[in-house]
């Protein structure tokens, strides 16, 4: 058996809102001594077969991934899907039919922000998307950067992207029933992503592991760009109690824009199941 540490399964591709190609990254994670990869683009799996022979081409080991968004109980969470058959029709059609809203919220979310004195962002957003299908606030979010509006994303984010915000238009996702399903029905792992970004009430919380995992949802991030160290422990306990394998991803993004890089986060901490252990047969 073949001990990994350095797995990152969590990153975004030009395929949706990241900016390196899935051949640069897969440069970047083996510079960085990653062993097991995944690239989990928003909500699409077209750059699935790009990044694995890539990862090959690396002599890295590589999973299908995929980041989706779900709405539950009114929130946003997302739901990363990892060693599923990336041919797998229901997936596709899926993944498919969850991008088809984007487009016409794009052009709400520049009325917004029109209203408040920016025009052209659907526009200047346009001009940063790799992928006419997911087109994402990232994409605005660059586009308020280029204009000098903000300096940085985080900034356009807090001041124009959420909830409350001029830009902000409220979505409806997948349900989250739906999303494992179609991860689980083409032979993946679900994984709820970031936990912690979600600031559910402890409640709210329990309800998503407790569904999740009622769904058939197997596994968390545990260590990931979007946690603290104190909260790789919370979920590392969170992991253990629902019975959930864990996972570590960067979530990285650019590298003008990411702080966690690919491959150097903490390893997963002890006395957990890993989820490339359990996912070992879909290994590439
Ligand atoms: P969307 O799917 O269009 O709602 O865009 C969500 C994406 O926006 C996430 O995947 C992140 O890449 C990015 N994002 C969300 N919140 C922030 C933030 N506070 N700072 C920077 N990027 C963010
Ligand atoms: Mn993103
Ligand atoms: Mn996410
Ligand atoms: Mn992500």
């Known amino acids: 058996m073949i001990t990994i540490q350095n797995a990152d399964l969590h990153c975004h591709s030009t395929v949706s809102d990241g900016t390196l190609s899935p051949e640069a990254l897969a440069q970047r994670a083996r510079a960085n001594g990653v062993e097991l990869w995944a690239l989990t683009d928003h909500d699409e799996i077209g750059g699935q077969h790009r990044a694995a022979a890539a990862a090959k081409a690396q002599g890295m080991r ?3 991934g995929t980041e989706i968004s779900v709405t539950f109980i009114g929130h946003t969470v997302h739901i990363v899907g990892l060693g599923f058959d ?3 029709p229901t997936l596709l ?14 052009m709400e979310m520049s009325e917004g922000l029109a209203k408040v004195g920016i025009k052209g962002a659907y526009e200047g957003a346009l001009k940063f998307v790799g992928n006419p299908e997911l087109i ?8 308020l950067v280029e204009s000098g509006v903000c300096r940085e994303t985080n900034e356009v984010f ?8 001029p830009g902000f238009v409220p979505h409806r996702w997948a349900s989250l029933k739906d999303a494992v399903s179609w991860i689980t029905g ?12 979600y600031k559910f009430t402890p409640n709210e ?7 999740f995992k009622a769904l058939g949802g197997q596994g968390v991030e545990v260590v990931t760009g979007s946690h603290t160290a104190a909260e790789y422990a919370i979920y590392a306990e969170a992991a253990r109690e629902f019975g959930l394998a864990a996972s570590r991803g960067s979530d990285f993004h650019s590298p003008d824009e990411s702080h966690t890089e690919l491959g150097t986060l903490p390893f997963l901490p002890a006395n957990l199941t890993s989820v490339w252990e359990r996912l070992a047969s879909r290994i590439q």
């Not at 807090?158 to 915000?165: D, N, S």
């Not at 083409?186 to 970004?197: N, T, W």
């Open 62 to 64: 590589y999973l299908t």
């Open 86 to 88: 990336a041919d797998d």
């Open 93 to 106: 059609s899926g993944l498919r039919q969850t991008r088809g809203g984007r487009e016409e919220r794009a």
């Open 136 to 143: 994402s606030r990232t994409h605005f979010a660059r586009f």
């Open 158 to 165: 807090r001041k124009y992207l959420t909830e409350g915000k």
């Open 186 to 197: 083409a032979g993946g792992m679900a994984v709820i992503a970031h936990p912690a970004r």
């Open 205 to 211: 919380e329990f309800a998503l592991f407790t569904e």
